[in-house]
C-alpha cells in the first residue's frame, strides 16, 4: 500500500486567484494521477502526472488551467489557476501500484467565492 | 469506451441487514476492478481489489465478486454497522492499464 499526504485539506480562494496543491506519497511511485470531484458527482480524471516530462490531460482540462509538476517520484503539485466558482470540488492525488491497485490520499476541498 | 454504472444510487436499510451493491461495466476487458468507500468530504479508501484472473475477495465482512463475461461486479456487506454509511465506489481499469474508470457511486445509509 502506499501512505499519500495532500496540502492543503481544504481553503476558502477568491475569484481569479490560484491555489497550489501539494500530493505526498511515502514511496517511490511510477504512476500518480490528479483527479476532480465536483459536488455530488464521481471522480474525474484531471491528468497523469509524469516524473521528469510534462503531464498527461485528459480531455477538457488544459495546462494553462491545471499546470502539474512532478520534480521527483514522491510528490506532485497542482495548480488550479484563475478560480471561478465552478473549480470549487474536492482534488484528490492517487497513485497506482505494482498492480495497478489505486489508493488515494485524503483529497484537498476547494470553495471558490 | 468503457462505462460503467452502479445501482442503486441510493440504499437505505437497518442496521444488522445484509446487503449488495451492484456495478456493471460495458468493456468486459478489464485489467482489474477496485471497490472504494468514501466518507462526507474525505478522500477514497480502498476495499478490496480483484485482479482480472480472479472470481472475488474477501476481506472481514465484505466480498467483492468479479464476473468479467457478463461485465458485472458486486460487493456484499454482512451484518451491516452505521459505521458502514458512506458512498461505494467501484472502479475498473481497463486491459491498457492506464486509467481508472468509476461508477457514480452508491451512497449507503445504515439506520440504527
Known amino acids: 500500500s502506499a501512505v499519500i499526504s495532500q496540502k492543503p485539506s481544504r481553503d476558502i480562494c477568491q475569484r481569479g486567484t490560484s491555489l497550489t496543491i501539494q500530493c505526498q506519497v511515502d514511496s517511490q511511485v511510477t504512476m500518480m494521477f490528479w483527479y476532480r470531484q465536483q459536488p455530488g458527482q464521481s471522480l474525474t480524471l484531471i491528468a497523469t502526472?509524469?516524473?521528469?516530462?510534462?503531464?498527461?490531460?485528459e480531455s477538457g482540462f488544459v495546462i494553462d488551467k491545471f499546470p502539474i509538476s512532478r520534480p521527483n517520484l514522491t510528490f506532485s503539485t497542482l495548480t488550479v489557476s484563475n478560480m471561478s466558482p465552478e473549480d470549487s470540488s474536492i482534488y484528490l492525488c492517487s497513485v497506482g501500484t505494482g498492480v495497478n491497485e489505486q489508493f488515494f490520499g485524503p483529497g484537498t476541498r476547494l470553495t471558490v467565492l | 469506451k468503457q462505462e460503467v454504472t452502479q445501482i442503486p444510487a441510493a440504499l437505505s436499510v437497518p442496521e444488522g441487514e445484509n446487503l449488495v451493491l451492484n456495478c456493471s461495466f460495458t468493456d468486459s476487458a478489464i485489467y482489474n476492478l477496485q471497490w472504494f468507500r468514501q466518507d462526507p468530504g474525505k478522500g477514497l479508501t480502498s476495499l478490496l481489489l480483484?485482479?482480472?484472473?480472479?472470481r472475488e475477495q474477501t476481506s472481514g465482512r465484505l466480498n467483492a465478486s468479479l464476473d468479467k463475461s457478463s461485465g458485472r461486479s458486486t460487493l456484499y456487506i454482512a451484518a451491516s454497522q452505521p459505521g458502514d454509511s458512506a458512498t461505494y465506489l467501484c472502479a475498473v481499469i481497463g486491459s491498457s492499464a492506464s486509467k481508472i474508470i468509476f461508477g457514480s457511486g452508491t451512497r449507503l445509509s445504515i439506520r440504527p
Open positions: 480483484i485482479q482480472s484472473s480472479q
Open positions: 502526472a509524469n516524473q521528469g516530462s510534462e503531464a498527461t490531460y
